[in-house]
């Protein structure tokens, strides 16, 4: 079964720096791979996804990602932290086939702190 | 933003009571989920349904039934409340099974269990 692993829990990062929230995956085959934004109190956004298109995908509010079949990695970025980026943050993961959303998978979380 | 909703929003209840928690669709999404969220496990998926009357277990399915008796409605039913059972609860809604489409969530049930 595949799995993610976010390394780091908590990530804390300066107002204007570079943010990069790690995300690891265990598949024979590359998956489909997500981030999802949890703010508090709230239901999980969608950030942005990876399904076999492009490497690198853009997703809202100046995050990016970029596939890595080499590392096995999904890691999120985005070049100048906001305030209002500070969410906890979900990598998740679905096998590579026509079926199987039931298989989204997560990872544990990073919370992401912004120091002013 | 989709149209879920989840009721109630919160709820303090006692070990050994029944609780269902409902959650309301207006996007006629045929695929529907139950998800619970605990620090330190992610979000991990209780059951499914794949439309009417359709529904499956999913990782963490013991101590839950669902019903969907219509489309825009999935039931959660805790038939005898544990205090492992305290946790934010999810639901989630997507148009098809295919594993690249999206999942979009509500905006979860906190339920403590004393």
């Known amino acids: 079964a595949q799995s993610v692993t976010q390394l780091g829990s908590h990530v804390s990062v300066s107002e204007g720096a570079l943010v990069l929230l790690r995300c690891n995956y265990s598949?024979?085959?590359?998956?489909?791979l997500f981030w999802y934004v949890q703010y508090p109190n709230q239901g999980l956004q969608l950030l942005l996804k990876y399904t076999s298109a492009a490497t690198l995908v853009k997703g809202i509010n100046g995050f990016e990602a970029e596939f890595k079949k080499s590392e096995t990695s999904f890691h999120l970025t985005k070049p100048s932290a906001h305030m209002s980026d500070a969410a906890e943050y979900f990598c998740?993961?679905?096998?590579?086939?026509?079926?199987?959303?039931?298989?989204?998978?997560f990872g544990t979380g990073t919370r992401l702190t912004i120091i002013p | 933003d989709a149209g879920i909703t989840q009721s109630p929003r919160h709820k303090v209840t006692e070990t050994g009571t029944p609780v269902t928690l409902r959650c309301h669709q207006t996007?006629?999404?045929?695929?529907m989920y139950w998800y619970r969220q605990d620090p330190g496990h992610g979000l991990r998926l209780i059951h499914y349904s794949y439309g009417v009357k359709d529904t499956d277990k999913g990782e963490v399915s013991d101590g839950y039934s669902v019903s969907r008796s219509k489309t825009e409605d999935f039931l959660l039913t805790l038939e005898s409340a544990t205090s492992s059972q305290t946790s934010v609860y999810f639901c989630a809604i997507s148009e098809s099974q295919l594993a690249g489409d999206t999942q979009y969530f509500g905006p979860g049930t906190r339920l403590t269990v004393l």
């Open positions: 598949s024979s085959v590359p998956p489909y």
């Open positions: 996007e006629n999404h045929r695929y």
């Open positions: 998740a993961v679905t096998p590579l086939s026509n079926f199987g959303n039931e298989k989204l998978t």
